[in-house]
């Protein structure tokens, strides 16, 4: 099982732990990612929101470079994964737009390539059962709130599993032995786009869905993108600090979980990065 | 001395699990009276039916007291089977122990006992119980149909389908209604007047039907069944026999200058006329009012010109009489005006809008009129002061309607329909002329409406706003029209060169006479009044009579239909038989104490009761009473209730049988409630089962 | 006063002479001090009997129904603002037909009972000077500006809980010997068989007891509601002082507040129970 | 066939409740057909549960109720009297119930007028689809009588006549 | 007043160009605020997007590029993928943004316009985004110079930033794509408008 890996800029900078967590896990499993060459930012929101015909120009430069790989490409963040999906679908559905994009990005779209997310492939292509039997330290006693954010489902079109109720991560998640919770903000926006720019409006939605996962009885929130990830993680201190409110409720990603229940050690899945830290609640629970 | 049958069900265990069934069937043979009384398992099945029947029989019942479930649920039933045992039918009550004892109350002693008060509760009433016959009224098989709309049209043509002659009454000098002045309809855009006219000439060659145009109900006398109507024909001046319909006349007519009421005033007609080409009948008549020859004395060239001598200015109206047995009312709406003296003077008109004198402030009817092939302009969409092509023209709906500082509350419910229908008609014209529409809500609940509103929007780019308009007013060629989006917050200008207002949906000015003659009620705008607006909204509540279309409230062209064919449908009904049958729970009048003070007469909802002379052999007046007709009677009691000198009463809810039944209650001795211990074994012979 | 006399009877004589009525009801002097009693004046030469004075205490209309008045063809009545009350009570149903009467109206400041006191309807009298009539004689009196002062005396049944009212009537009925004197003296009680007399059903006990007695006075007064028009015959008629009056007022309060209706006031205007508003009070039902 | 009432009362000797050791509450009830009858009917159907004590009578429409059928019960002894037809525009006769509420507007104010407990008279509007409403009313009646006992006013009337 | 109109035919022109440029029909909008409903910068926002969308359809534009709503959406698209009439309302958002570039409309909140320059000239430059270096220059932009200051030196702690810029050899290609695009959006400005025109008949 190879795939073309495409990594983006945050999964080498902040999600590095993302980004490592995935190849541990991924060795594991048997699941060879093999990274592109030369791949260059999908720009996230700011290139559509500037303008949404550079956005499809640069995803399908992004998804040439998947040839002599594999025709499918392995992403792990939700905004390079909506980007890359979107302008794949649209050119794939609309003629119009294909020859518009091919135009813009001088470089012809291949039809047969397709945008993957991990959970999908760990989910559809890997199997659950064969997972399973990876698993030697069943996560056990975790609780867990799976936070999907808005970018690995809208729009509807792009979601690879039912777009308002996903139970991917879910199912993952369980195979693996943790369990999960049942929670309201799941899907909603933590306000990553302005992270920067609008600290304010982004902790209060941030606010938000902790306090829903923690309301909820979560030990911890598993996270499929590195920009929800590190604005879980991060505003926690600006919360407290602002808002008054301490969640200290670690958010890791899904690979950092699974690469444990699969045997990796707390090192390899990098899991000391996190601002509010998972070590003592994974202790606790006898998965380090 | 009663022989009353008692017999109390356990209804498998919904009954018996609360109250013990067998005690209250030994209570109950211990009420005087009481004849026999026993309990099984299911009464209302055969052979509880059969026990029944075989006691009535053995005993020589005189009533009979089921103790089992609702009334509502199986007094039909029984009822039905004591008249196989040849007991009268009304000589059989029901003691709800069900639905108002044991399944709403916990298994213990005053469960039971209160069942045995229900049962003797009615075996009091039972004891005064009358044999009751159903009142049989005979049926005269023709209806009559007021107004020649498409209702009325539809209407008549179903029952004269149906093998029943038919009266049909139209005012106006054609049959059409408005619908003939429609230019499209909603939302499929079929030419009006295509599909109406083929129903006209059906209407004015069916063989069951008799056509009364230029006509008015005069007088209507009698009840369900057997209505005696006259008519009133007004002088036509033309003898519609002799007439070929050839038109020669109208193109003599001096007199031109008078406004088309067809074309709703956007052209002019003659003195003597043919409303419109495809009138049925398609004969002209004179309009006296501005006749030169009635108001001169001279001209006479309509007659001069006749080649069939048919013009007859000696003509005078004609009164004929018609019996028949139900009534369709299909007399149809008109129009609000925003005139400061409009012909609704309960309501205001609209200052604000310049009171209705600007010519290119029009109604929808206009619009219609301005749109249609065969009105005025030809179909060309002109406004009506210089003939131009309007660029921008702006739609007002809920005028009059939805406006209660106006007098109106309710909507009128045709109009946004017909107004997304007219942006289309004019856009499909003028295709760069821009249709805007002020609104406050889109209402478009039917198959194919909101789709259709959703058309004119996204497709012929009408440009809807969510507000009312605060003013119109001229200003040089324009009308300035200024109003509101909520929905942007903006207050919003337009210069228009014509405005269309989507006034009220209202009765006709003045119908309400016709209602009164009728006996039928109506709301406070003067809409007729269904018996119940969800399970009877064809019926009147005065028997035998129906309504069709917008004269019970605003509806549009397939309700109207559907609405007269449901008319047609009741009459069809009532025709059905050459006897209708009636309960007869009616209030019959006691002429010993009748003191004609006549608060029956004025307090029935139903003017069953009227005024009778009571007189002796010589024909002398000795006192006049009250009288009650059976036909008419719903047995509410509601005279019965009202009259202080308790002259009038309630047949199977006579005072006697309520104060049996309250005394009944009251008069509870220890005896009557047995121990349940001494209930074994003890039984009288037969008393239980 | 003689005044008023003198044109009752030059009236009276002309309508007696000229054929217009049969026979005028009026009062005359009594035998009985200064009391004045009913006359029925057939002749115009027996006009002279007639007077008017404060004591012409009767309400003439009682006789309108009553034989022989009853079987003529037209008849005069000589009537106070307060007896033509309850003449528009007999219009309203139709007890007695317009044009078969004429009223000969006299304005009026007021009567005085038996013992010499002034009635309460005169003392809150509203029709001084009445407004419906064929013809009428004296000068215009001016009425009590406020004509709810009638109600004054409520204010005591008012002040008074429940139990004590309860305990006050009951004490007052318990008075009650079933004479029907008010009954008869009501120009308004018109059933030519009253419900105290009908046994199928038994609608009011008929002995004396306090539970027949209560009910009696009970019905009496519902039977009333919206139609008394406050001539206080009743009340004067009872031999045992039951203060009947206290009842009707208290209904007719009742009747105006609720529905704005006042009873005798206006021939064309439909009597409460006989008709309804679709916004009637609701806010006592649940 | 007709017995009046009266022969009847004699008959069963005092003809009069319990005495007031056994008391229970007697309300009687006059309800219409259509809506108040049909909806103690769906509060059955409904398997809703109130207090046994309550006894209807049967009437087509309130249109039909004499106020003085009221007197009569208490006469009789009731405790509470209800009266419930249909709801204000919904009286299958049309205007029944419009004509019922003038009636009882004046009967009520006499009552209060005679002193009479007025918690023991209930008027209400109960429609074909208002089980719960009927099962509410019934239980609050019966609880305000079971506080305040019999009706002792009435009652002393009954027993000195 | 921005919010006083008068309406003469021309006012479809702006929903027309919005058409061209998103291909979004806004004609089919019928204001039921779904998207207000469901977008989570609503509180921040002073119109919300159906207001937005509402001004569109009116052709009121002053109004519209005064809005900070535009520059406030999140780009979530929970508004697009609730949408009973299946208009993409995110992508309306960014086409609004871009015609205010375009047209050199004043922008009402400038911070999320600061980040999306920097964002992409980071980009642009680099091939690959460059966290610290973007951030700084943000907050030299912004004049905000110690925002999410705290954050830095925690993250570069945890070895979570990198120090030195990635870069990618496709760094042309995609500077190619950055220019082609440019060029075309301002191409499809003057074509939107000459549509317009000749639609409305003028």
Same mark, same amino acid.
């Given at each position: 099982?190879?795939?073309?890996?495409?990594?983006?800029?945050?999964?080498?900078?902040?999600?590095?732990?993302?980004h490592?967590?995935?190849?541990a896990l991924?060795?594991?499993?048997?699941?060879?990612?093999?990274?592109?060459?030369?791949?260059?930012?999908?720009?996230?929101?700011p290139?559509?929101?500037?303008?949404?015909?550079?956005?499809s120009g640069?995803?399908?430069?992004?998804?040439?470079?998947?040839?002599?790989?594999?025709?499918?490409?392995?992403?792990?963040?939700?905004?390079?994964?909506?980007?890359m999906?979107?302008?794949?679908?649209?050119?794939?559905?609309?003629g119009?737009k294909?020859?518009?994009?091919?135009?813009l990005?001088?470089?012809?779209?291949?039809?047969?390539?397709r945008?993957?997310?991990?959970?999908?492939?760990?989910d559809k292509?890997y199997?659950?059962?064969?997972?399973?039997?990876?698993?030697?330290?069943?996560?056990?006693?975790?609780?867990?709130?799976?936070?999907?954010?808005?970018l690995?489902?809208r729009?509807p079109?792009?979601?690879?599993?039912?777009?308002?109720q996903p139970m991917?991560?879910?199912?993952?998640?369980e195979?693996?032995?943790?369990?999960t919770?049942?929670?309201?903000?799941r899907?909603?926006?933590?306000?990553?786009?302005?992270?920067?720019p609008?600290?304010d409006?982004?902790?209060?939605?941030?606010?938000?869905?902790l306090?829903?996962?923690?309301?909820?009885?979560?030990?911890?929130i598993?996270?499929?993108?590195?920009?929800?990830q590190?604005?879980?993680?991060?505003?926690?201190?600006?919360?407290?600090?602002?808002?008054g409110?301490?969640?200290?409720l670690?958010?890791v990603?899904?690979?950092?979980?699974?690469?444990i229940?699969?045997?990796?050690?707390?090192?390899?899945?990098?899991?000391?990065?996190?601002?509010v830290?998972?070590?003592?609640?994974?202790?606790?629970?006898n998965l380090? | 001395?009663?022989k009353?049958?008692?017999?109390v069900?356990?209804?498998?265990?919904?009954?018996?699990r609360?109250?013990?069934?067998a005690?209250?069937a030994?209570?109950?043979?211990?009420?005087?009276?009481?004849a026999?009384?026993?309990?099984y398992k299911?009464?209302?099945?055969?052979?509880?039916?059969?026990?029944i029947?075989?006691?009535?029989?053995?005993?020589?019942?005189?009533?009979?007291?089921?103790?089992a479930?609702s009334?509502h649920?199986?007094e039909?039933?029984f009822?039905?089977?004591?008249?196989?045992?040849?007991?009268?039918?009304?000589l059989?009550?029901?003691?709800?122990?069900?639905?108002?004892?044991s399944?709403?109350?916990?298994?213990?002693?005053?469960?039971?006992?209160?069942a045995?008060?229900l049962?003797?509760?009615?075996v009091?009433?039972?004891k005064?119980?009358?044999?009751l016959?159903?009142?049989?009224?005979?049926?005269?098989k023709?209806?009559?149909?007021?107004?020649?709309g498409?209702?009325?049209?539809q209407?008549?043509?179903?029952?004269?389908?149906?093998?029943?002659?038919?009266?049909?009454?139209?005012?106006d000098?054609?049959?059409?209604?408005?619908?003939?002045?429609l230019?499209?309809?909603?939302?499929?855009?079929?030419?009006?007047?295509?599909?109406?006219?083929p129903?006209?000439v059906?209407?004015?060659?069916?063989?069951?039907i008799k056509?009364?145009?230029?006509?008015?109900?005069?007088?209507?006398e009698?009840f369900?069944?057997?209505f005696?109507?006259t008519?009133k024909?007004?002088?036509?001046?033309?003898?519609i026999?002799?007439?070929?319909?050839?038109g020669?006349?109208?193109?003599?007519?001096?007199?031109?200058?008078?406004?088309?009421?067809?074309?709703?005033?956007?052209?002019?007609?003659?003195?003597?006329y043919?409303?419109?080409?495809?009138?049925?009948?398609a004969r002209?008549v004179?309009?006296?009012?501005?006749?030169?020859?009635?108001?001169?004395?001279?001209?006479?060239?309509?007659?001069k010109?006749?080649p069939?001598?048919a013009?007859?200015?000696?003509?005078?109206?004609?009164y004929?009489?018609?019996?028949?047995?139900?009534?369709v009312?299909?007399?149809?709406?008109?129009?609000?005006?925003?005139?400061?003296?409009?012909?609704?003077?309960?309501?205001?008109?609209?200052g604000?809008?310049?009171?209705?004198?600007?010519?290119?402030?029009?109604?929808?009817?206009?619009?219609?009129?301005l749109?249609?092939?065969?009105?005025?302009?030809?179909?060309?969409?002109?406004r009506?002061?210089?003939g131009?092509?309007p660029?921008?023209v702006?739609?007002?709906?809920?005028?009059?309607?939805?406006?209660p500082?106006?007098?109106?509350e309710f909507?009128?419910k045709?109009?946004?329909?017909?107004?997304a229908?007219h942006?289309?008609?004019y856009?499909h014209?003028?295709?760069?002329?821009?249709?805007y529409?002020?609104?406050?809500?889109?209402?478009?609940?039917?198959?194919?409406?909101?789709?259709?509103?959703?058309?004119?929007?996204?497709?012929?780019?009408?440009?809807?706003?969510?507000?009312?308009?605060s003013?119109i007013?001229?200003?040089g060629d324009?009308l300035?029209?200024?109003?509101?989006?909520?929905?942007?917050g903006?207050?919003?200008?337009?210069e228009?060169?014509?405005?269309v207002?989507?006034?009220a949906?209202?009765?006709?000015p003045g119908?309400?006479?016709?209602?009164?003659?009728?006996?039928?009620?109506?709301?406070?705008y003067?809409?007729?009044?269904?018996?119940?607006p969800k399970?009877?909204?064809?019926?009147?509540?005065?028997?035998?009579?129906?309504?069709?279309?917008?004269?019970?409230?605003?509806?549009?062209?397939?309700?109207?239909?559907?609405?007269?064919?449901?008319?047609?449908s009741?009459?069809?009904?009532?025709?059905s038989?050459d006897?209708?049958?009636?309960e007869?729970?009616?209030?019959?009048?006691?002429e010993?104490?009748?003191?004609?003070?006549?608060?029956c007469?004025?307090i029935?909802?139903?003017t069953?009761?009227?005024?009778?002379?009571i007189?002796?052999?010589?024909g002398?007046?000795?006192k006049?009473v009250?009288?009650?007709?059976?036909?008419?009677?719903t047995?509410?009691?509601?005279?019965?209730?009202?009259?202080?000198?308790n002259?009038?009463d309630?047949?199977?809810f006579?005072?006697?049988q309520?104060?049996?039944?309250?005394?009944?209650l009251?008069?509870?001795?220890?005896?009557?409630f047995?121990?349940?211990?001494?209930?074994?074994?003890?039984?009288?012979?037969?008393?239980?089962? | 006063?003689?005044d008023?006399?003198?044109?009752?009877?030059?009236?009276?004589?002309k309508w007696?002479?000229?054929?217009?009525?049969?026979a005028v009801?009026?009062?005359?002097q009594?035998?009985?001090?200064?009391?004045?009693?009913?006359?029925?004046?057939?002749?115009p030469?027996?006009a002279?009997r007639?007077l008017?004075?404060?004591?012409?205490?009767?309400?003439?209309?009682?006789y309108l129904?009553?034989d022989?008045?009853?079987?003529?063809?037209?008849v005069?009545?000589?009537?106070?603002?307060?007896?033509?009350?309850?003449?528009?009570?007999?219009?309203?149903?139709?007890?007695?037909?317009?044009?078969?009467v004429?009223?000969?109206?006299v304005?009026?400041?007021?009567?005085k009972?038996?013992?010499g006191?002034?009635p309460?309807?005169?003392?809150?009298?509203?029709?001084?000077?009445?407004?419906?009539?064929?013809e009428?004689?004296?000068?215009?009196v001016?009425?009590n500006?406020d004509p709810?002062?009638?109600?004054?005396?409520?204010?005591k049944?008012d002040a008074?809980?429940?139990?004590?009212?309860?305990?006050?009537?009951?004490?007052?009925?318990?008075? #009650?010997?079933? /004479?029907y004197a =008010?009954?008869? +003296? *009501? !120009?308004?009680? $018109?059933c030519?068989?009253c419900?105290a007399?009908?046994?199928?059903?038994?609608?009011v006990?008929?002995?004396?007891?306090?539970?027949?007695?209560f009910?009696?006075?009970?019905?009496?007064?519902?039977?009333?509601?919206?139609? #008394?028009?406050? /001539?206080?015959? =009743?009340?004067? +008629? *009872? !031999?045992?002082? $039951?203060?009947?009056?206290?009842?009707?007022?208290a209904?007719?309060?009742t009747v105006?507040g609720?529905?704005?209706?006042?009873?005798?006031?206006d021939?064309?205007?439909?009597?409460?129970?006989?008709?309804?508003?679709?916004?009637?009070?609701?806010?006592?039902?649940? | 066939m007709?017995?009046?009432p009266?022969?009847?009362?004699?008959?069963?000797?005092?003809?009069?409740p319990?005495?007031?050791?056994?008391?229970?509450?007697?309300?009687v009830?006059?309800?219409?057909?259509?809506?108040?009858?049909?909806?103690?009917?769906?509060?059955?159907?409904?398997?809703?549960?109130?207090?046994?004590?309550?006894?209807?009578?049967?009437?087509?429409?309130?249109?039909r109720?004499?106020?003085l059928f009221m007197?009569?019960?208490?006469?009789?002894?009731?405790?509470?009297?209800?009266v419930?037809?249909?709801?204000p525009?919904?009286?299958?006769?049309t205007?029944?119930?419009?004509?019922?509420?003038?009636?009882?507007?004046?009967?009520?104010?006499?009552?209060?007028?005679?002193?009479?407990?007025?918690?023991r008279?209930?008027?209400?509007?109960?429609?074909?689809?208002?089980?719960?409403?009927?099962?509410?009313?019934?239980?609050k009646?019966t609880?305000?009588i079971?506080?305040?006992g019999?009706?002792?006013?009435?009652?002393?009337?009954?027993?000195v006549? | 007043?921005k919010?006083?109109?008068r309406?003469?035919?021309?006012?479809?022109?702006l929903?027309q160009e919005?058409?061209?440029?998103?291909?979004?029909?806004?004609?089919?909008?019928?204001?039921?605020g779904?998207?207000?409903?469901?977008?989570?910068?609503?509180?921040?926002m002073?119109?919300?997007?159906?207001?937005?969308?509402?001004?569109i359809?009116l052709?009121m534009?002053?109004?519209?590029?005064?809005?900070?709503?535009?520059?406030l959406?999140?780009?979530?698209e929970?508004?697009?993928?609730?949408?009973p009439?299946?208009?993409d309302?995110a992508?309306?958002?960014?086409?609004?943004?871009?015609?205010?570039?375009?047209?050199?409309?004043?922008?009402?909140?400038?911070?999320?316009?600061?980040?999306?320059?920097?964002?992409?000239?980071?980009?642009?430059?680099?091939?690959r985004?460059?966290e610290?270096g973007?951030?700084?220059?943000?907050?030299?932009?912004?004049?905000?110079?110690?925002?999410d200051?705290?954050?830095g030196p925690?993250m570069?702690?945890?070895?979570?930033?990198?120090?030195l810029?990635h870069?990618?050899?496709?760094?042309?290609?995609?500077?190619?794509?950055?220019?082609?695009?440019?060029?075309?959006?301002?191409?499809?400005g003057?074509?939107?408008?000459?549509e317009?025109?000749?639609?409305?008949?003028?």
């Amino acid at each position: 099982m190879t795939y073309a890996y495409y990594p983006g800029c945050s999964l080498k900078g902040t999600a590095i732990d993302y980004h490592t967590s995935a190849l541990a896990l991924a060795e594991r499993l048997g699941i060879e990612l093999k990274e592109m060459e030369d791949w260059v930012c999908c720009g996230a929101s700011p290139i559509h929101q500037r303008n949404p015909a550079l956005a499809s120009g640069v995803a399908n430069l992004l998804l040439s470079l998947s040839e002599g790989i594999s025709k499918d490409v392995a992403v792990l963040c939700a905004a390079c994964y909506h980007n890359m999906k979107k302008a794949e679908v649209e050119m794939r559905e609309d003629g119009k737009k294909r020859n518009e994009v091919e135009e813009l990005s001088g470089i012809p779209f291949n039809p047969e390539v397709r945008t993957r997310h991990f959970l999908d492939i760990l989910d559809k292509d890997y199997g659950l059962n064969a997972l399973k039997e990876k698993v030697v330290k069943p996560l056990s006693e975790l609780r867990v709130a799976c936070y999907y954010g808005c970018l690995l489902s809208r729009p509807p079109e792009i979601a690879f599993d039912d777009p308002e109720q996903p139970m991917i991560m879910e199912r993952i998640l369980e195979a693996a032995g943790a369990e999960t919770v049942s929670w309201s903000h799941r899907l909603e926006c933590c306000g990553a786009s302005h992270a920067v720019p609008l600290t304010d409006a982004v902790l209060r939605l941030v606010n938000d869905v902790l306090a829903s996962a923690r309301d909820a009885g979560a030990d911890i929130i598993a996270c499929a993108c590195p920009l929800c990830q590190a604005n879980l993680d991060m505003r926690q201190e600006g919360i407290r600090a602002k808002l008054g409110v301490a969640h200290n409720l670690p958010a890791v990603y899904f690979t950092q979980l699974l690469g444990i229940a699969c045997g990796a050690t707390g090192k390899q899945v990098m899991i000391e990065k996190g601002m509010v830290s998972a070590v003592p609640l994974l202790r606790a629970k006898n998965l380090l | 001395m009663s022989k009353i049958g008692v017999f109390v069900c356990h209804c498998g265990e919904n009954i018996s699990r609360t109250v013990d069934c067998a005690r209250v069937a030994k209570a109950s043979g211990q009420i005087r009276g009481v004849a026999v009384a026993k309990d099984y398992k299911y009464m209302c099945s055969d052979p509880g039916q059969a026990l029944i029947k075989n006691a009535i029989k053995e005993h020589k019942l005189d009533g009979v007291v089921v103790s089992a479930c609702s009334p509502h649920m199986h007094e039909k039933t029984f009822r039905k089977a004591v008249t196989e045992a040849g007991l009268n039918q009304f000589l059989c009550e029901m003691a709800n122990i069900r639905e108002h004892c044991s399944w709403v109350h916990e298994k213990e002693e005053p469960t039971t006992r209160k069942a045995i008060e229900l049962v003797r509760l009615m075996v009091e009433k039972v004891k005064r119980n009358m044999a009751l016959e159903p009142i049989r009224v005979d049926v005269t098989k023709r209806a009559l149909v007021i107004g020649g709309g498409v209702a009325g049209i539809q209407a008549a043509l179903d029952i004269a389908d149906g093998g029943h002659e038919v009266i049909l009454v139209e005012k106006d000098p054609s049959v059409g209604g408005h619908m003939a002045q429609l230019s499209e309809t909603f939302p499929t855009l079929d030419c009006s007047q295509c599909i109406l006219t083929p129903k006209m000439v059906d209407v004015g060659s069916h063989p069951n039907i008799k056509l009364y145009t230029y006509s008015e109900v005069e007088k209507i006398e009698g009840f369900v069944g057997n209505f005696k109507v006259t008519i009133k024909k007004k002088a036509r001046s033309v003898d519609i026999d002799k007439c070929t319909g050839c038109g020669e006349c109208q193109l003599k007519c001096p007199s031109k200058k008078i406004p088309s009421e067809f074309d709703r005033g956007l052209k002019n007609r003659t003195a003597i006329y043919i409303p419109f080409p495809q009138a049925v009948p398609a004969r002209p008549v004179i309009d006296r009012e501005h006749c030169i020859y009635f108001t001169k004395g001279k001209c006479k060239a309509c007659q001069k010109v006749c080649p069939t001598e048919a013009v007859d200015f000696e003509q005078t109206d004609e009164y004929v009489e018609e019996e028949v047995g139900g009534i369709v009312v299909a007399t149809g709406f008109d129009l609000y005006t925003t005139d400061k003296q409009g012909p609704y003077p309960d309501y205001k008109g609209y200052g604000e809008y310049g009171y209705g004198e600007d010519p290119d402030i029009i109604d929808g009817l206009q619009f219609e009129r301005l749109a249609s092939a065969s009105g005025p302009t030809g179909g060309a969409i002109q406004r009506p002061s210089d003939g131009k092509e309007p660029k921008s023209v702006v739609f007002l709906q809920c005028i009059g309607s939805r406006h209660p500082s106006k007098g109106i509350e309710f909507c009128s419910k045709i109009c946004c329909m017909y107004t997304a229908k007219h942006t289309m008609l004019y856009k499909h014209k003028v295709h760069h002329g821009t249709a805007y529409v002020f609104y406050m809500d889109i209402r478009a609940p039917g198959k194919g409406y909101d789709e259709f509103v959703r058309r004119a929007i996204e497709e012929d780019g009408a440009v809807y706003l969510r507000g009312r308009v605060s003013r119109i007013y001229r200003s040089g060629d324009h009308l300035i029209v200024k109003g509101a989006d909520t929905l942007s917050g903006a207050a919003v200008e337009i210069e228009a060169d014509m405005v269309v207002l989507a006034t009220a949906v209202m009765p006709q000015p003045g119908i309400e006479g016709l209602f009164q003659k009728l006996g039928i009620s109506y709301d406070q705008y003067k809409f007729a009044s269904e018996a119940h607006p969800k399970l009877r909204p064809v019926e009147c509540a005065t028997a035998g009579i129906f309504l069709a279309g917008a004269c019970q409230g605003p509806k549009d062209i397939p309700e109207s239909v559907a609405q007269a064919s449901a008319a047609a449908s009741k009459a069809l009904i009532l025709f059905s038989r050459d006897q209708m049958l009636r309960e007869p729970v009616v209030a019959k009048v006691n002429e010993n104490t009748c003191i004609a003070c006549w608060y029956c007469v004025e307090i029935c909802p139903f003017t069953a009761i009227s005024k009778k002379d009571i007189r002796d052999r010589q024909g002398n007046l000795i006192k006049r009473v009250a009288e009650v007709n059976p036909s008419l009677c719903t047995g509410c009691g509601t005279c019965a209730a009202t009259c202080f000198s308790n002259s009038i009463d309630l047949d199977g809810f006579t005072d006697e049988q309520i104060y049996s039944e309250i005394n009944s209650l009251m008069a509870v001795g220890q005896d009557l409630f047995p121990e349940p211990e001494k209930a074994e074994g003890d039984s009288p012979d037969e008393k239980a089962a | 006063m003689s005044d008023r006399t003198d044109k009752i009877r030059e009236v009276a004589r002309k309508w007696l002479a000229d054929g217009t009525v049969e026979a005028v009801v009026g009062w005359e002097q009594g035998t009985y001090r200064e009391k004045c009693s009913p006359v029925l004046v057939r002749k115009p030469e027996d006009a002279d009997r007639l007077l008017f004075n404060d004591r012409c205490t009767n309400n003439l209309m009682t006789y309108l129904k009553r034989d022989p008045v009853r079987g003529m063809e037209k008849v005069g009545v000589v009537a106070k603002g307060c007896d033509i009350k309850s003449l528009i009570g007999l219009l309203q149903e139709s007890q007695v037909e317009r044009e078969k009467v004429m009223v000969l109206a006299v304005t009026c400041e007021g009567v005085k009972k038996d013992d010499g006191t002034v009635p309460i309807k005169c003392q809150a009298c509203d029709v001084n000077t009445p407004t419906f009539y064929d013809e009428i004689v004296g000068e215009k009196v001016a009425s009590n500006p406020d004509p709810e002062a009638r109600f004054k005396d409520l204010e005591k049944l008012d002040a008074m809980t429940p139990a004590e009212r309860n305990s006050f009537w009951r004490e007052e009925l318990d008075k #009650c010997i079933r /004479c029907y004197a =008010c009954r008869q +003296a *009501c !120009p308004l009680c $018109i059933c030519s068989r009253c419900i105290a007399e009908k046994n199928q059903p038994q609608w009011v006990e008929t002995s004396p007891h306090p539970r027949g007695n209560f009910s009696w006075n009970l019905v009496r007064a519902y039977h009333l509601a919206g139609r #008394c028009v406050e /001539c206080e015959a =009743c009340e004067t +008629a *009872c !031999p045992v002082n $039951i203060p009947l009056m206290l009842l009707n007022r208290a209904m007719a309060r009742t009747v105006k507040g609720a529905f704005d209706y006042e009873a005798g006031k206006d021939p064309e205007v439909q009597p409460p129970l006989r008709t309804f508003n679709l916004d009637d009070d609701n806010s006592f039902i649940l | 066939m007709s017995e009046s009432p009266q022969s009847e009362t004699q008959k069963d000797g005092a003809g009069l409740p319990e005495a007031a050791t056994s008391w229970e509450p007697r309300i009687v009830a006059f309800i219409c057909n259509w809506c108040t009858y049909t909806g103690a009917d769906l509060a059955g159907t409904s398997r809703m549960k109130y207090p046994p004590y309550v006894r209807v009578i049967k009437i087509p429409c309130t249109g039909r109720f004499d106020p003085l059928f009221m007197i009569k019960a208490f006469e009789r002894g009731a405790d509470g009297v209800l009266v419930s037809g249909c709801h204000p525009g919904d009286c299958h006769y049309t205007a029944g119930n419009y004509n019922a509420r003038r009636k009882y507007t004046v009967f009520k104010a006499l009552l209060e007028t005679l002193g009479m407990d007025m918690d023991r008279v209930w008027f209400s509007w109960i429609s074909a689809s208002e089980g719960g409403k009927w099962v509410d009313t019934i239980r609050k009646f019966t609880e305000v009588i079971q506080e305040k006992g019999p009706f002792r006013e009435y009652r002393e009337m009954i027993d000195v006549g | 007043m921005k919010y006083q109109i008068r309406l003469s035919g021309d006012e479809i022109r702006l929903m027309q160009e919005v058409k061209a440029r998103s291909g979004v029909d806004l004609a089919k909008c019928y204001q039921c605020g779904e998207c207000t409903a469901g977008c989570p910068m609503t509180p921040e926002m002073d119109a919300g997007p159906t207001k937005t969308l509402r001004l569109i359809q009116l052709g009121m534009e002053e109004a519209l590029f005064d809005l900070n709503t535009p520059w406030l959406c999140a780009s979530c698209e929970t508004c697009t993928a609730r949408c009973p009439n299946d208009i993409d309302i995110a992508l309306v958002m960014d086409v609004v943004r871009q015609m205010a570039r375009l047209k050199g409309k004043k922008i009402p909140v400038k911070e999320p316009r600061i980040f999306q320059d920097v964002f992409l000239k980071s980009v642009e430059n680099n091939g690959r985004l460059f966290e610290p270096g973007m951030i700084a220059f943000y907050n030299l932009r912004s004049g905000d110079l110690f925002h999410d200051v705290g954050l830095g030196p925690k993250m570069l702690l945890k070895g979570k930033l990198p120090l030195l810029p990635h870069t990618s050899k496709n760094r042309e290609k995609l500077r190619e794509i950055f220019r082609k695009a440019e060029a075309l959006e301002k191409e499809a400005g003057k074509k939107a408008s000459e549509e317009a025109h000749d639609e409305s008949g003028h």
